[in-house]
T-cell receptor, first 109, second 116 residues
Framework: GQSLEQPSEVTAVEGAIVQINCTYQTSGFYGLSWYQQHDGGAPTFLSYNGLDGLEETGRFSSFLSRSDSYGYLLLQELQMKDSASYFCAEKDSSYKLIFGSGTRLLVRP | DTAVSQTPKYLVTQMGNDKSIKCEQNLGHDTMYWYKQDSKKFLKIMFSYNNKELIINETVPNRFSPKSPDKAHLNLHINSLELGDSAVYFC???????????????FGPGTRLTVT
């Protein structure tokens, strides 16, 4: 089966860099994606890693290491609007996307 | 233009009632989903349709019945509502059932269901 683990909460200062980790245990792995969800809002797709390495999209980057069963989302030049919950997700062997429990990021001034 | 829309946004009802939530996507996607997000923000898939055919049916009570009249619409009907059904229900869509498509899903704004 699948399970993904993320820290429940992370706090950082505006302008700083923060890393949100995600470890997974799965019987079959196809890649890792990341979603952002503001309070009261819908999850929004941020990035996808199918292969090992770093994917960069503006201030956000995502990294995957299959050998370590580990990935992370890196947010640079933090802004107050980045305060949100961040979810890693993986697809299982069927047609399901399995989400982690989410990491609540609080950006302080 | 709204990509994935849901109605209603809020739904307050009493136990035992029957209610429906509607979802429409104008992205031309083939695959649509229903997710339930509980109070701890845990997001879990309930159903998925690909071109009007049911492809995922998770272990949910059979009081929940999805219907897809065409590939742009996916509705959720809930019979005999219970207190534990209170949650936010999200509709989502993806381009297709290809592996890469699954990872990039587009979510509707959610329907906050409160059962009293």
């Amino acid at each position: 089966g699948q399970s993904l683990e993320q820290p429940s909460e992370v706090t950082a200062v505006e302008g700083a860099i923060v890393q949100i980790n995600c470890t997974y245990q799965t019987s079959g792995f196809y890649g890792l994606s990341w979603y952002q969800q503001h309070d009261g809002g819908a999850p929004t797709f941020l990035s996808y890693n199918g292969l090992d390495g770093l994917e960069e999209t503006g201030r956000f980057s995502s990294f995957l290491s299959r050998s370590d069963s580990y990935g992370y989302l890196l947010l640079q030049e933090l802004q107050m609007k980045d305060s949100a919950s961040y979810f890693c997700a993986e697809k299982d062997s069927s047609y399901k996307l399995i989400f982690g429990s989410g990491t609540r990021l609080l950006v302080r001034p | 233009d709204t990509a994935v829309s849901q109605t209603p946004k809020y739904l307050v009802t009493q136990m035992g009632n029957d209610k429906s939530i509607k979802c429409e996507q104008n992205l031309g996607h083939d695959t649509m989903y229903w997710y339930k997000q509980d109070s701890k923000k845990f997001l879990k898939i309930m159903f998925s349709y690909n071109n009007k055919e049911l492809i995922i049916n998770e272990t949910v009570p059979n009081r929940f019945s999805p219907k897809s009249p065409d590939k742009a619409h996916l509705n959720l009907h809930i019979n005999s509502l219970e207190l534990g059904d209170s949650a936010v229900y999200f509709c989502a869509s993806s381009l297709s059932t290809s592996s890469l498509s699954y990872y990039e899903q587009y979510f509707g704004p959610g329907t906050r269901l409160t059962v009293t």
